[in-house]
C-alpha cells in the first residue's frame, strides 16, 4: 500500500477506504468560497461492485491499492463458477458468481481478460472497453421508425439487459460499452 493525497486520486486509481477496495470512477475538486477543499469521488467496490459516493478531504491520506494484471482466457461456466486459464502458464482457475459482480454479464467463452490480483487472491476482472454481444430477444423493429430518442430493451446472449435503438432486431451483433452497460453501435 501506498497513501497518496486526496487531490492526486485520478479515475482508474484502485483504493482502500473502509476496509474494502474500490475503483474510482469520477474526481471532482470542490472548494466551495471560504470553506476548505474536498475531493468528491464516486467509487465502485471491487468485491460486490457497488457505486458509492464519498467526499475526502482535500488534505487527506488516501491508501492506494497496488494490483498484480494477469491475462487470463474465458473458458465456460457450471451454474456460479466460472472458469479461466492463464494464458502463459495454462494453470486453470475458477471464480463464483459473487465474486465477480457485474462482470458476468460480460463474459463470453474465448474472451482474453484480466484479472486483478490483491494480496495472491484474485480480486476482479479488468473487461475491455467494449464487447460485441448477440442480441437474443428484443420488441420488433418498428416500420417508419425514424431516428428518434426512443429506445428499446434488448436481451443479450450473456442475460444483460440493454436500451438500444429500434433498429436492432434479434440476431444482430452489438457493441456494449462495458464501464456503463450502454449500446455504443450495431456491428455488421
Not at 486520486?9 to 472548494?31: I, Y
Not at 475531493?39 to 457497488?50: A, D, E, H, I, Y
Not at 482466457?73 to 502463459?88: I, V
Amino acid at each position: 500500500m501506498s497513501s497518496v493525497k486526496a487531490t492526486q486520486l485520478r479515475p482508474g486509481m484502485v483504493v482502500q477506504h473502509e476496509g474494502q477496495l474500490f475503483t474510482v470512477f469520477s474526481v471532482d475538486h470542490r472548494t466551495p468560497g471560504n470553506k476548505r477543499g474536498s475531493m468528491q469521488t464516486r467509487m465502485k467496490n471491487l468485491r460486490t461492485g457497488v457505486m458509492i459516493d464519498y467526499r475526502f478531504r482535500a488534505e487527506e491520506f488516501v491508501d492506494r491499492a497496488i494490483l498484480d494484471e494477469v491475462e487470463f482466457e474465458y473458458l465456460y461456466n457450471e451454474g456460479d463458477e466460472f472458469h479461466f486459464m492463464n494464458t502463459q502458464t495454462y494453470e486453470q482457475m475458477q471464480m463464483t458468481r459473487e465474486e465477480l459482480g457485474e462482470t458476468v454479464y460480460y463474459l463470453i467463452p474465448n474472451t482474453t481478460v484480466k484479472i486483478e490480483f490483491f494480496e495472491e487472491k484474485p480480486i476482479g476482472v479488468d473487461l475491455p472497453d467494449t464487447m460485441e454481444l448477440k442480441v437474443t430477444e428484443t420488441e420488433p423493429t418498428l416500420q417508419k421508425a425514424t431516428a428518434s430518442a426512443v429506445m428499446k430493451p434488448a436481451t443479450l446472449e450473456t442475460g444483460l439487459v440493454i436500451q438500444v435503438p429500434p433498429f436492432v432486431n434479434s440476431g444482430d451483433r452489438v457493441k456494449v460499452d462495458t464501464t456503463e452497460a450502454r449500446y455504443v453501435q450495431r456491428v455488421e
